[in-house]
């Protein structure tokens, strides 16, 4: 490649990003609304095939109620809906990861959060999963798609699957996702959590949140991480709400819309914790590479979760 090739190339990935933030910072105020429904409209015919699908799936009435809680509060625990054996494959799964945690480590490519681990990275061909791992059948159970699918009034797109191991960081300061933040990754993000390590107390490193409602004191906030002084002096602290909750507890959060923040791990204390992220297609920012790689029969639903 010439110089004059990567300058080019160089100069192009330049308007990308400042396209990309320029998309980052329209979509933290309500103006991502009109854009998300422009996008929307342009995508009639797709989005109809979607909802078409999503009504495919069997419905039960402690699903509903999960998808009115969600859309009330921002938040649900789903603990007594999903399946518990495909939650006991994700914490097998889990466990094996952490009794090679040394080795994985030095794996790791993501190192800007030293406060956690992510244990996945060996699992990705090509930047993507393989659909039939266990952290993948976890996402794709029909409730959590219903629950989900039925509060986004479309099909929703699984957008990453994580398993991050958290641990103490003394005498370091907060960063990153231990302080205060919406996420941003659309205008409807819901995150489905596993715990897979008991989390008893505030030393474990609950996830912390604000529910909806006194949430909206941020919605259109430009400022992207918050110490707790400045969340407090507009909320007050009795509105937070910690997950203490045992192992294999899981939860819905809708992370774009409470305001939350976690992994304040205290010492000798850790946390084990498993995500999957959904978004509302279409997507607000440029379809980012394929996460997810097909492996087997795929239903025309699994398809158009994960974009195959």
Not at 139 to 150: C, N, T
């Amino acid at each position: 490649m010439t110089a004059i090739d990567a300058g080019a190339k160089n100069a192009k990935r330049a308007k990308i990003s400042q396209f990309r933030r320029l998309l980052w910072h329209v979509n933290r105020t309500d103006l991502g609304w009109v854009l998300k429904a422009a996008l929307t409209g342009l995508q009639l015919p797709a989005r109809a095939k979607r909802v078409a699908l999503l009504k495919q799936l069997p419905t039960k009435p402690e699903w509903t109620e999960a998808s009115r809680k969600l859309d009330q509060d921002g938040y649900v625990d789903v603990s007594d809906i999903v399946n518990r054996g495909l939650a006991e494959a994700v914490a097998s799964f889990a466990e094996n990861k952490v009794s090679r945690l040394n080795e994985l480590v030095g794996q790791q490519k993501e190192r800007h959060k030293s406060f956690w681990v992510s244990l996945l990275d060996e699992d990705l061909v090509n930047g993507a999963f393989a659909t039939d791992h266990p952290f993948v059948r976890y996402a794709l159970q029909p409730a959590a798609l219903r629950i989900i699918g039925d509060f986004m009034h479309d099909l929703p797109q699984l957008s990453d699957v994580v398993l991050t191991l958290s641990q103490p960081t003394p005498n370091q300061a907060l960063s990153f996702s231990q302080l205060w933040h919406l996420d941003h990754d659309d205008k409807r993000v819901c995150k489905l959590f596993i715990y897979l390590t008991d989390v008893q107390n505030t030393a474990d490193g609950p996830f912390t949140f604000i529910p909806a409602g006194p949430s909206k004191a941020f919605r259109n906030s430009l400022k992207s991480h918050m110490n707790d002084a400045t969340v407090f002096a507009k909320t007050g602290p009795d509105v937070v709400k910690e997950m203490i909750a045992p192992r294999l507890s899981s939860f819905i959060v809708n992370t774009a819309r409470c305001l939350h923040m976690g992994s304040r791990i205290q010492s000798d204390h850790s946390r084990l914790l498993y995500t999957a992220t959904y978004i509302q297609q279409p997507r607000i920012y440029p379809e980012p590479p394929a996460r997810f790689r097909a492996v087997g029969n795929l239903s025309d639903l699994e398809r158009a979760v994960m974009r195959l």
